[in-house]
């Protein structure tokens, strides 16, 4: 049997046959805006409800908000920081600003994968982490492609060696087919990809488990909502995307 890590998503779950494999490292990929950090987050904060803790590598968002953004979803890190059951790895603001002073773990050189990964054996060590979210590993290497894989290779064994399951946002751009590049797609245990796409002037959300080692899982395009409590995925519908045009239908 195959000890899973739920995600606590509502239909997500039934997606992933029951969760994400444990010590997975999952590459959420997707276009702008398309849900990943609220996903990532959501992961996160089920487990915190669930007994268990979580680190957040802020790459993307200055910390500060993430937590503002968090809590507009209701869901508030803050006390579990001070419990030290979740740690915020700043790895945006370089330590610059009277705000990232009042952060515990700051990487100060964000372009520095070395002290990146320093900082978050130390969250991941601190915390106990059973669940880790980065946010996102495009930013390390987008200026230098070639570094990918490596890069993902070197977070997939610290991540995977600590015993944490993984969730590993990817930035595609609105036209990209892709996950995030050959060596990337190929070193991560899973992909989801999520999608917005504008059908008859209406952007619909949707999302696919494209793989996933360890486990069988949905082979469908399942449309999901972001509401004011998060993402709902819809597992018994599929999304349907025929020359442009979309449709919806209960399975
Ligand atoms: N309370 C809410 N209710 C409904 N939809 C919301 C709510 N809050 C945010 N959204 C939607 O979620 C989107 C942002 O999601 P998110 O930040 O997870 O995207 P992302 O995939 O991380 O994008 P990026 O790659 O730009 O960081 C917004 O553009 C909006 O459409
Ligand atoms: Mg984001």
Redesign the pocket.
């Known amino acids: 049997m195959v000890r899973r890590i739920k995600t606590g998503i509502p239909g997500m779950d039934e997606i992933l046959n029951g969760g994400i494999p444990e010590r997975n490292v999952v590459l959420l990929s997707?276009?702008?805006?398309?849900?990943?950090?609220?996903?990532?987050?959501q992961f996160l904060w089920n487990g915190l409800k669930n007994g268990e803790p979580g680190v957040f590598v802020a790459l993307?968002?200055h910390p500060v908000q993430v937590r503002i953004?968090m809590s507009?979803?209701g869901w508030d890190v803050r006390p579990y920081e001070e419990k030290g059951l979740f740690a915020m790895v700043d790895a945006f603001t370089g330590g610059i600003g009277e705000a990232a002073k009042r952060e515990k773990y700051v990487v100060r050189d964000p372009d520095d994968v070395n002290m990146l990964i320093d900082v978050l054996k130390e969250a991941i060590r601190d915390v106990g982490a059973i669940r880790v979210v980065v946010?996102?590993v495009s930013t390390l290497y987008l200026t230098k492609p070639a570094l990918a894989r490596g890069t993902v290779m070197r977070l997939k064994r610290v991540l995977s060696g600590l015993g944490t399951t993984s969730i590993l946002?990817s930035?595609v751009s609105v036209t990209e087919r892709g996950f995030g590049g050959p060596g990337v797609e190929h070193a991560v245990d899973g992909i989801i990809r999520?999608d917005l796409v504008e059908i008859d002037g209406e952007?619909k959300r949707s999302l696919v488990v494209w793989k996933m080692r360890g486990t069988a899982h949905s082979m469908k395009r399942h449309p999901f909502?972001?509401?004011?409590k998060g993402i709902i995925v819809y597992p018994n519908k599929v999304l349907k995307l025929r020359g442009g045009r979309a449709e919806l239908e209960l399975i």
């Open positions: 997707g276009g702008p805006g398309t849900g990943k950090s609220i996903f990532g987050q993307e968002e953004n507009q979803f946010d996102s946002v930035q999520l952007l909502d972001i509401t004011d």
